[in-house]
């Protein structure tokens, strides 16, 4: 009966479909691809039933290629834990393989897994025990991890380098979904790192580097053990991973920056790899910021990486010096052609990391140089997205640090009004708000702003064109703005008033439409006041009529807002008039409407609203929704209805109702031929409409239409320059400012080098070193404008920048590995073992306790044999020897500390130039030295390696000085040639 079976099985596995068959029929039934794997899933469902191991193996195998494909297979979660069961390797893989791929932490079949998944741990086959690792790091959950941390942390004491290896890596997986296994596990997981396998000690390296990637802080005291894996390995991976860590680890302990000044110098000059060099640079430059020889050689090396054909190294060479710009700018501002001509690579990532640097390259002195530059190269510039890109790095440079480096506020302005320019832009709303900025904050240059604001709004025809693609428009909100607020900077009021009162300013968006409305009004208020100074009669008339006539186009926009103001602005002007008609004066009135001065807002102030007394801010207004609401009401489906009794709905009977619903309004023949006809006439009376080539009907031409084609072919075509930006007439030009600033330039270094002169000559008589002169002291350009600082803030508030803590993610499982590792391990922290129920036997009164000497109860102690070490020596005419017969009980880990030593019933003789020192029962009988002082090792102290002293010489000298070495056997003695031997022999035998 077995062998029928058997050969059934066989049959069964040659008829079935394997994986190469699946794949195979997938790609030739790519019309009706999802029909076909709909039949072999329900083939694998036949043979997932069968009992046949190897036949649900090879179901299981091609489930798994299916999920990756997109196709769900958590209905056969069971059948998967039936394969990884197997006894046989190459089921168990295939099971695994699957599970690590499905299996996630809400899989319900994973706490049946627990006991499966220890017994192949501990499995004699070392590839049994890797698979099972492997797809215990891929699914592994809470539970998993709480059960079985223990059974990995025993693997690491395997003897086999592969189990050990991957124990490693998967005690990372372990800990992130149960971090109170760290403590424990650290102190093995740090023997790891000086494991005699390569490969070992590379997994330690990269778990420890994982988990200090986020909490470095907690080993800072790893720094000894890495320096020494750091200056003795030649894995260049490994060493990538140790230095990112020095990387984390120098800002926090600046000792150990110098420490590293010398292999990351040596690393640098010597390695060829260019991963190896970065990163060694990064390191450089976050933990040894101050040691300017090695950041001069790694600015020397990046140079390299950046004059590289390979643009991978290139972009890498930028980002690096981007970060030694923000601590060492000057060493940077050295490459400055360097890094502009990178303005003309061609990848586009590599412009834009060059336009960073500039950033930060930037000072009072070469602030207009690069701007002019950077305008230069954007006019040349390909590809709008980059055009823009440029403009918005243009204005961040030079509003950086508020405004720090900017000296002359009309060159500001100047480049501003340049930038308008620029056609296509989507930096309008941009160019504005800096507009804005600059008028409010900057008082001195209100003036000139002001006669630029109204040479723009003078020509809004030229930035109005096609205002609904092109951002630059946004430019006359801002000019409106500045023209109102500041009117009594303007020069001719009346002709401003009538730019913003032309019938195209309604072809605008709707928002700088209000802004026309509002500030029409403030302009003329100002042109009321100096009239009614004036005593002109007839400019008052002529205003107001001008207004009235003008402000109900304003009052038809389709926006709501224009509307509004334009309602108010104009009822207000009527009822202006009737006073004037009255003989009165509204002006100073109507002037009060807008006093006081308008201060930027600060950044925090509606954070800083002090919240009303009785206001819960979190509470509901209404009656809080019902959670559980949602899940037992079915909403109703709006788009199919469908009628049932029971009040359910179902996809199969969407699909129906829709399909009945497909049927019931299908059109008949007749319709569809009207429907045809409709839209052949629609075709032929559409003139933009392109008829196929196959047609037979020729379109008519006629005689007009040929004679207007032939003139239209004979008009010549002018190729027009896209490129040309926009000229706007009477705008001041930002080259007359460059010309003025070289020129202060020049007169200023004329200055400065008599004075460096008498410097040098001073530090010459006082015998210091010559300091070279800074060139780029900024401090020494005048600035010509002052920036307010004044922003509006709620009542009692104060502008502060430490409001915003940073908040990490909740979710972050490297939140929860934040954890002292240098403390003690307590009681809690041990974690649980598997131990055998003790039964406890009561004795009785009567029965005699057998004496027996007290012996560890727990476990069995394992002594070592005997051996017997016979020295012979023969000198000075006797005979020298030596005895040494020692018990040593093998160390258990597991063994209490008060527990009681085996007490041994040999005697230890010791025979040393004819005398004889005998041990009974664990006591001397003979005068002893003192027992020898515990020695801590501090090879591992940071604070003893970080002094720098040496570790040996140290250790043997606190021994010498604490009397460790006895007085008989001391290592300096000379008298004797046997003190070698004899030596030895004390150290074992009171040991």
């Given at each position: 009966m077995s062998a029928l079976k058997k050969v059934k099985g066989v049959m069964d596995r040659v008829l079935d479909k394997n994986l190469q068959d699946l794949v195979r029929g997938i790609r030739n039934h790519k019309e009706n691809e999802a029909k076909y794997i709909a039949d072999c899933l329900d083939e694998i469902k036949q043979e997932l039933r069968q009992e046949n191991l190897a036949v649900k193996a090879n179901a299981v195998l091609k489930l798994t290629y299916l999920q990756m494909l997109g196709y769900d297979i958590s209905w056969a979660a069971f059948n998967v834990i039936e394969v990884m069961s197997s006894t046989k390797y190459t089921f168990k893989r295939i099971g695994y393989q699957a599970a690590s791929q499905s299996f996630h932490d809400d899989t319900d079949v994973l706490m049946l897994t627990t006991n499966m998944i220890r017994k192949d741990l501990n499995a004699h086959k070392m590839y049994d025990a890797g698979v099972t690792l492997n797809g215990l790091s891929c699914f592994v959950n809470v539970d998993l991890a709480m059960d079985l941390a223990n059974d990995i942390m025993t693997l690491l004491t395997s003897t086999k380098p592969y189990i050990r290896k991957k124990a490693i890596l998967t005690l990372y997986k372990v800990f992130l979904k149960f971090p109170d296994a760290l403590r424990p596990a650290f102190p093995r997981l740090k023997d790891k790192l000086e494991d005699s396998d390569p490969g070992v000690q590379c997994a330690a390296v990269n778990v420890i580097c994982e988990l200090a990637r986020k909490n470095p802080k907690n080993y800072l005291s790893l720094a000894p053990i890495f320096f020494k894996l750091m200056t003795s390995s030649t894995n260049n991976w490994m060493l990538i991973k140790i230095i990112k860590l020095f990387g984390a680890l120098t800002p926090l302990e600046p000792r150990l920056g110098k420490k590293l000044i010398e292999p990351l110098t040596n690393l640098i000059h010597s390695t060829s790899a260019?991963?190896?060099?970065?990163?060694?640079?990064?390191?450089?430059?976050?933990?040894?910021?101050?040691?300017?020889?090695?950041?001069?050689l790694c600015v020397q090396k990046l140079r390299i990486l950046i004059e590289d054909s390979d643009q991978n190294l290139k972009y890498l060479g930028l980002l690096a010096m981007s970060r030694i710009l923000k601590t060492h700018p000057k060493s940077v501002q050295a490459h400055k052609d360097l890094i502009l001509q990178c303005l003309d690579d061609k990848d586009e990532s590599i412009r834009l990391r060059a336009l960073d640097l500039l950033y930060g390259m930037v000072s009072k002195k070469n602030l207009m140089e690069i701007v002019k530059k950077l305008l230069v190269h954007m006019d040349k510039a390909e590809g709008s997205n980059y055009r823009d890109e440029l403009l918005a790095k243009i204005i961040e440079i030079c509003s950086q640090s508020n405004y720090h480096y900017i000296t002359n506020f009309e060159w500001y302005v100047s480049i501003l009004v340049e930038l308008t320019r620029l056609e296509g832009t989507r930096h309008g709303k941009l160019i504005a708000?800096?507009?804005?900025?600059?008028?409010?904050?900057?008082?001195?240059?209100?003036?000139?702003?002001?006669?630029?604001?109204?040479?723009l709004l003078e020509n809004a025809h030229i930035l109005a064109t096609n205002s609904q693609r092109n951002g630059i428009c946004e430019v006359l909100h801002a000019a409106a703005w500045i023209c109102g607020e500041f009117s009594e900077y303007l020069t001719n009021l009346s002709s401003t008033l009538e730019c913003m009162l032309r019938s195209k300013v309604t072809a605008l968006p709707g928002h700088i439409q209000s802004i026309y409305v509002q500030n029409i009004l403030k302009i003329y208020c100002r042109i009321l006041v100096k009239a009614e100074q004036e005593d002109d009669q007839e400019l008052i008339q002529q205003t107001g009529q001008l207004l009235v006539d003008k402000l109900p186009m304003f009052v038809q926009s389709s926006d709501l807002e224009v509307q509004e103001r334009a309602c108010c602005i104009l009822t207000l002007m009527k009822y202006v008039i009737k006073l004037q008609e009255k003989g009165l004066k509204a002006g100073d009135e109507v002037v009060a409407l807008f006093t006081g001065d308008l201060n930027p807002v600060a950044l925090k102030a509606q954070k800083k609203v002090p919240v009303p007394e009785g206001l819960d801010l979190d509470k509901w207004i209404n009656e809080a929704p019902d959670d559980s609401s949602d899940d037992e009401t079915d909403s109703p489906n709006i788009f199919f209805p469908v009628e049932s009794h029971h009040g359910?709905?179902?996809?199969?009977?969407?699909?129906?109702?829709?399909?009945?619903?497909?049927?019931?309004?299908e059109l008949t023949e007749e319709e569809l031929t009207e429907k045809r006809e409709a839209r052949k006439q629609e075709q032929e009376s559409n003139p933009y409409y392109i008829g196929s080539s196959k047609?037979?009907?020729?379109?008519?031409?006629?005689?007009?239409?040929l004679l207007s084609a032939l003139v239209i072919d004979d008009i010549p075509v002018a190729n027009i320059d896209l490129s040309v930006p926009l000229h706007v007439p009477g705008l001041s030009s930002s080259d007359k400012y460059i010309k003025l600033a070289k020129e202060q330039e020049a007169e200023r270094d004329k200055d400065s080098h008599k004075k460096s002169k008498k410097k040098k000559k001073h530090r010459k008589n006082k015998g210091q070193a010559a300091a070279d002169y800074d060139d780029d002291d900024d401090d020494s350009?005048?600035?010509?404008?002052?920036?307010?600082?004044a922003c509006e803030m709620p009542e009692g508030a104060v502008v502060s920048d430490g409001d915003d803590e940073y908040k990490g993610d909740h979710d972050d499982p490297h939140r929860l590995l934040d954890i002292n590792l240098d403390t003690p391990l307590r009681a809690e922290d041990k974690l649980p073992v598997r131990q055998h129920h003790v039964v406890e036997v009561t004795r009785t009164e009567e029965e005699e306790p057998i004496e027996r000497p007290q012996k560890h109860r727990h476990h069995k102690e394992k002594t070592k044999k005997k051996k017997h070490k016979k020295h012979r020596h023969h000198e000075h005419g006797y005979q020298h020897e030596e005895k040494l017969i020692v018990e040593e009980p093998e160390p258990d880990l597991l063994m209490n500390e008060d527990a009681a030593i085996e007490d041994t019933d040999a005697d230890i003789s010791v025979e040393v130039g004819g005398a004889s020192n005998v041990v009974e029962n664990g006591e001397v009988n003979l005068p002893v030295p003192p027992p020898p002082t515990e020695q801590v090792d501090q090879t591992d102290n940071m604070d003893f390696w970080l002094s720098g002293v040496d570790a040996g010489a140290?250790?043997?000298?606190?021994q010498a000085t604490a009397g460790d070495i006895p007085a008989e056997v001391n290592t300096t003695q000379q008298d004797s040639p046997f003190t070698d031997e004899v030596s030895t022999c004390?150290?074992?035998?009171?040991?």
């Open positions: 260019m991963s190896l060099l970065y990163e060694c640079i990064n390191t450089v430059i976050a933990g040894i910021p101050n040691h300017n020889a090695s950041i001069q708000s800096q507009m804005l900025d600059v008028a409010i904050r900057v008082e001195a240059i209100r003036q000139f702003a002001v006669s630029q604001m109204a040479i359910n709905y179902s996809y199969s009977m969407v699909n129906d109702s829709a399909k009945e619903k497909e049927k019931k309004y047609s037979k009907k020729k379109p008519k031409v006629s005689s007009s239409s350009v005048p600035v010509l404008h002052a920036v307010s600082e140290s250790t043997m000298a606190a004390n150290y074992v035998g009171f040991e």
